[in-house]
């Protein structure tokens, strides 16, 4: 008997820590989080081969021979902060850092982007499908890293996490605690106006 409870407890513990196996708290006050299934995937997606065409895929015949890409571990998340700032600045609100949180979610390999980028995947959220990114709620944003790395590397096609939908997430984020009513209505001609790239960081 108790042995079976203490192997309930190390299961709920288990449980509990892949929920949120990896969090960061950036100098602003964001928080990042994913799940170690996230961290492991991202870890194998990026182990790269050679040539323009970088990220691991499942059926890539040498994925194991070679591990020169990024790793998690390599990944600045204070560059968020960077997004942050400046993107307030251009909506003119503050907003809450310190309550955001940001989601980094795992690839769904059966989710292909219709962008014309070779090999763009997305993720599955529910209710919701294939998407490249949301804004759940007030104070959470969700994104994947399958299609840009959020770091700098040989093969970087981009600064760090313009290919996410990081900045267009912030559109929605930024007009909602201005009380836009747009922050919502992303297909309106109109709304859409109101996007504010983040050009000095992604040239």
């Known amino acids: ?67 020169i890409g990024p790793k998690w571990a390599n990944i600045d998340w204070s560059i968020i902060d960077d997004y942050y700032l400046l993107l307030s600045d251009k909506y003119n609100e503050a907003g809450h850092p310190e309550s955001l949180v940001i989601w980094i979610y795992p690839l769904n390999y059966n989710c292909k982007d219709e962008s014309s980028y070779p090999y763009s995947y997305e993720f599955s959220y529910p209710d919701y499908g294939c998407i490249d990114g949301i804004y759940p709620n007030a104070n959470t944003i969700v994104i994947h890293l399958g299609d840009d790395p959020g770091q700098l590397w040989d093969y970087s096609l ?31 001609p109109a709304c859409q106006a109101k996007y504010r790239a983040p050009s000095e960081l992604c040239y």
């Open 158 to 188: 981009n600064n760090p996490f313009c290919a996410t939908a990081l900045d267009w997430e912030m559109f929605h984020y930024f007009l909602y605690w201005k009380g836009d009513s747009c922050w919502w209505d992303e297909f309106n």
């Open 1 to 67: 008997m108790r042995s079976i409870k203490l192997l309930l407890i190390l299961l709920l513990l288990f449980v509990v820590t892949d929920a949120q196996a990896f969090t960061f708290r950036t100098p602003l006050g964001i928080t990042i989080k994913a799940k170690d299934t996230t961290v492991s995937q991202y870890n194998a997606h990026w182990a790269c081969y050679e040539g323009p065409y970088f990220p691991k895929r499942p059926t890539h015949p040498n994925s194991n021979l070679y591990r």
